[in-house]
């Protein structure tokens, strides 16, 4: 891991920013490829996370590595972080401060990461990136310009545990993953001023009109 990942994740697990860290065990920083083309940013830890120190270890993140495996992607090629860096009490739901409050610890991430794609796991960091109004039952599966990065909506993995109907449309997102992967890449090509990648760039909505979860690619 890079210096500067290192240096966050020290921060992360000191931080008293907000009232999240009273009463858990680690914070959870984040882990995976320091130069990994996708981001993944889910919600929060939850009680294995918070055991352990790191993203996505308990049954969430057993189907999340499933998931990634539709998409013929392996842990080791992503980095997975979450929108707030301590588990919330009860697994509930973070709150606008703490969420707030742990911006900066991902918008440098983010810049030291430099993702082609960064996948929101969840109704709330899909709201950090697709904005307060959009709903997840919406606009998953699909992506968005955020800044200079694209940005695709997923559901959580927890969602389809709790609740078995939403397995379906989990398993539609992952499969619509290296389709989104690659019309990110095009528009990144397409951005530095590659030879002959404008057009595909432009082209992506067409290629991709067969996601059964009708993929928007930008």
């Not at 996708?38 to 919600?43: A, D, H, K, P, W």
Request: net charge negative; aromatic share 6%; glycine share 10%.
């Amino acid at each position: 891991m890079s210096q500067t990942l290192t240096m966050i994740a020290e921060e992360v697990r000191s931080c008293t920013k907000c009232r999240l860290h009273q009463g858990t065990r680690n914070g959870v920083p984040g882990e995976g490829n320091p130069e990994a083309e996708i981001l993944f940013v889910g919600e929060g830890p939850g009680f294995h996370e918070d055991a352990q120190g790191k993203p996505f270890v308990g049954p969430a993140g057993q189907l999340l590595t499933e998931m990634l495996g539709r998409a013929e992607l392996k842990r080791e090629d992503v980095f997975i972080t979450n929108i707030v860096k301590h588990r919330p009490p009860g697994n509930r739901d973070p709150l606008p401060d703490e969420m707030a409050a742990c911006t900066e610890y991902l918008e440098r991430q983010i810049a030291e990461i430099k993702p082609v794609l960064i996948v929101t796991l969840g109704r709330h960091s899909m709201g950090y990136f697709f904005g307060p109004a959009a709903k997840i039952t919406q606009v998953h599966g699909t992506l968005k310009a955020w800044r200079d990065i694209a940005v695709y909506a997923c559901f959580h993995p927890a969602a389809a545990l709790h609740q078995p109907k939403y397995r379906e449309a989990l398993e539609q997102d992952f499969d619509g993953l290296p389709r989104a992967l690659d019309a990110a890449r095009k528009r990144a090509a397409a951005r530095a001023g590659g030879p002959g990648v404008a057009d595909d760039a432009a082209s992506s909505d067409d290629t991709a009109g067969s996601s059964p979860a009708q993929m928007t690619l930008l």
